[in-house]
T-cell receptor
Framework: GNSVTQMEGPVTLSEEAFLTINCTYT??????LFWYVQYPGEGLQLLLK?????DKGSNKGFEATYRKETTSFHLEKGSVQVSDSAVYFC????????????FGKGTTLSVSS | KAGVTQTPRYLIKTRGQQVTLSCSPI?????VSWYQQTPGQGLQFLFE???????NKGNFPGRFSGRQFSNSRSEMNVSTLELGDSALYLC????????????FGSGTQLSVL
């Protein structure tokens, strides 16, 4: 079945450091890929998405490129801020219509000033 | 537009009891999904309802059940509670498009003693 694997956390960075959170997936066909973020005490919210191979999703300085050849969707940001501290979830929705959204276990990011 | 509303926010139960959680989706959304969030397992998919029908189901025992009403409001029920059912239960709603983003509620924190 479909699955998502993302790097274990926590990830601890200083402000303005470069961020990469790795995400790989297993799925048949061409799934849609997402990154969601959960700030402390809040529900999850969509950060970015990509629905076909080689697409790049971007939002708030974060980027992720859908790589079919490596089945990956790594999240990157060139310069993190303290306000980026949160839990980041990689997610996948299968290629067939009506399939559920499946999440990775989440990676906690902590940014210090 | 009001967001996804989950009630109650916190719940304490004892082993063997049953519990019902409620979710009111964003107005106009017909899809409601439920997830269990724990520190060890991350976000695990429970089930999804669309227009009062269960469309997808995760790998949870039959003690976990749900339903959706004609106004799209959804409830999930857990019978014969176990200590391991302690978790944050998140509800999310979405529109009808294939890659519609999920809008999450703040969750119900269930503690089983």
């Amino acid at each position: 079945g479909n699955s998502v694997t993302q790097m274990e956390g926590p990830v601890t960075l200083s402000e303005e450091a470069f961020l990469t959170i790795n995400c790989t997936y297993t799925a048949t066909g061409y799934p849609s890929l997402f990154w969601y973020v959960q700030y402390p005490g809040e529900g999850l919210q969509l950060l970015l998405k990509a629905t076909k191979a080689d697409d790049k999703g971007s939002n708030k300085g974060f980027e992720a490129t859908y790589r079919k050849e490596t089945t990956s969707f790594h999240l990157e940001k060139g310069s993190v801020q303290v306000s980026d501290s949160a839990v980041y979830f990689c997610a996948l929705r299968g290629a067939q219509a009506g399939t559920a959204l499946i999440f990775g276990k989440g990676t906690t990011l902590s940014v210090s000033s | 537009k009001a967001g996804v509303t989950q009630t109650p926010r916190y719940l304490i139960k004892t082993r063997g009891q049953q519990v019902t959680l409620s979710c009111s989706p964003i107005s106009g959304h017909r899809s409601v999904s439920w997830y269990q969030q724990t520190p060890g397992q991350g976000l695990q998919f429970l089930f999804e309802y669309f227009s009062e029908t269960q469309r997808n189901k995760g790998n949870f025992p039959g003690r976990f059940s749900g339903r959706q009403f004609s106004n799209s409001r959804s409830e999930m029920n857990v019978s014969t509670l176990e200590l391991g059912d302690s978790a944050l239960y998140l509800c999310a709603s979405s529109g009808t498009g294939k890659d519609e983003k999920l809008f999450f509620g703040s969750g119900t924190q269930l503690s089983v003693l």
